[in-house]
């Protein structure tokens, strides 16, 4: 994948704007007592399903639909928050999506799925196989399979750090959760030189 540009970001956050609001940081002062130091606290919680990955698929949908402009819709395979994010993005611009999840998932990651509008499918005993079977299902209705990783995915939420990095005060260290999500704040910390004196720690 190829970095993507601070100006590249910073477009993506106009688009993500259309849809959400920028959610908060916010400083706890009985945390910042427990852990004797003052701590920000980004809340990506505050997205319309409650997680950053909306900020990816609206992104990612927007410009696979630009690609494909006869596209009917997508297939993904999650665990939740995912999932979410595509039902949101394929409702907003028109597209059915069909989610595979395994079975014994979470009861309310399915219910928040389902009420974006999605298809849900249970299959397989783990992640792999519901992934697996997501492909084949693509392949079978003429859809597109999502990947969990994408270059549109990753610009898309990149966009929280920036947020992040631009609201909060200067900081010292940056912890982000091991994943995913550590690409698009690692991205951010090479693409934005102001924040050069910002570590990134997993």
Request: hydrophobic share 45%; net charge positive; proline share 5%.
């Amino acid at each position: 994948m190829e970095l993507p540009s601070l100006n590249q970001i910073r477009a993506a956050q106009a688009f993500v704007y259309k849809f959400m609001p920028p959610t908060p940081q916010y400083t706890w002062p009985l945390l910042n007592n427990r852990l004797g130091a003052e701590i920000w606290i980004k809340h990506e919680n505050h997205t319309p399903v409650g997680a950053f990955k909306v900020r990816g698929t609206l992104l990612y949908l927007h410009w696979l639909k630009q690609k494909h402009p006869a596209l009917q819709g997508v297939v993904a395979a999650t665990r939740g928050n995912h999932g979410q994010g595509v039902g949101m993005a394929a409702r907003l611009f028109g597209l059915k999506a069909v989610i595979v999840v395994p079975h014994g998932n979470s009861v309310e990651k399915n219910r928040a799925m389902a009420a974006q509008g999605v298809e849900l499918i249970e299959h397989g005993h783990d992640f792999q196989a519901a992934f697996e079977f997501a492909q084949k299902l693509a392949e079978e209705r003429g859809l597109v399979f999502i990947e969990s990783i994408h270059e549109q995915l990753v610009l898309g939420t990149s966009t929280y750090a920036l947020e992040f990095l631009e609201g909060a005060p200067e900081l010292d260290v940056v912890y982000v959760p091991i994943g995913w999500g550590l690409r698009s704040a690692a991205w951010l910390q090479r693409a934005m030189p102001c924040a050069a004196r910002r570590r990134l720690w997993a």
